[in-house]
């Protein structure tokens, strides 16, 4: 008998997702976010991911993020954590779990600033 899934822990964690909207500016493709809507979801950093490239030891800043599943959060879109104000990427594509349009799963980078 199949088990069905059940989230780990309760959605008490506020997000903005940030759906982006593309622009052509002087002909490239130019994407900006805006905040959409609140949503609820479980947040879980772990302390982020180790990595070593080239001898430099780094952590990078991730999480594990499972929440309602909704066809508008994709890969290309954006969370904005409400209590820190860090801003996150999804990374790959988002797990429509069991297929059941119920609950989803993703792993998400946090944005640094930059140039």
């Known amino acids: 008998m199949r088990r069905r899934f059940v989230p780990s822990t309760p959605f008490s964690t506020p997000v903005m997702l940030m759906i982006p909207t593309y622009t052509k500016v002087k002909g490239v493709d130019t994407k900006t976010f805006t905040d959409e809507e609140r ?57 429509n779990i069991d297929m059941r349009n119920q609950f989803a799963k993703f792993k998400v980078r946090a944005v640094k600033g930059g140039a």
Not at 44 to 62: P, W
Not at 72 to 83: F, L, P, T
Request: aromatic share 12%; proline share 2%; net charge negative.
């Open 39 to 95: 949503i609820n979801c479980s947040f879980k950093s772990f302390g982020g991911t180790e990595q070593t490239t080239n001898d430099l030891y780094t952590v990078i800043d991730t999480a594990y993020v499972e929440t309602w599943y909704r066809p508008d959060i994709k890969s290309d879109c954006r969370i904005r954590v409400m209590e820190t104000g860090k801003v996150y990427e999804i990374l790959g594509e988002v797990e």
